[in-house]
């Protein structure tokens, strides 16, 4: 069974970054597409970033160019870094792993953002 762990959040100013990290208990990066989610308190949950197989990387667009993805085979992590923060990024951020056959979780991680 594979377990995402994400860690990283925090309080930050606006303006301010942080990196998100999402530990796989194993190697799922060749198998599965990984990405970030975010909830806010009262919102649906929001798609953030997403990076393919092949390495390639989605933003949508309220993150696109704030925000990277970022994998480390070797460490089974992804990132998020993520700079020039908002309070509207304000969130608690989800880390998935998914393939036809599966779908992983973190149990997400605290963003908040003052202004």
């Known amino acids: 069974q594979v377990q995402l762990v994400e860690s990283g959040g925090g309080l930050v100013q606006a303006g301010g970054s942080l990196r998100l990290s999402c530990v796989a208990s194993?190697?799922?990066?060749?198998?599965?597409?990984m990405g970030w989610y975010r909830q806010a308190p009262g919102n649906q949950r929001e798609w953030v970033a997403a990076?393919?197989?092949?390495?390639?990387?989605n933003y949508a667009d309220s993150v696109k160019g704030r925000f990277t993805i970022s994998g480390d085979n070797a460490k089974n992590t992804v990132y998020l870094q993520m700079n020039s923060l908002k309070p509207e990024d304000t969130a608690v951020y989800y880390c998935?792993?998914?393939?036809?056959?599966?779908?992983?979780w973190g149990q997400g991680t605290q963003v908040t953002v003052s202004s």
């Open positions: 194993g190697n799922i990066f060749s198998s599965h597409v």
């Open positions: 990076m393919t197989v092949g390495g390639t990387t």
């Open positions: 998935r792993g998914q393939n036809i056959l599966h779908d992983y």
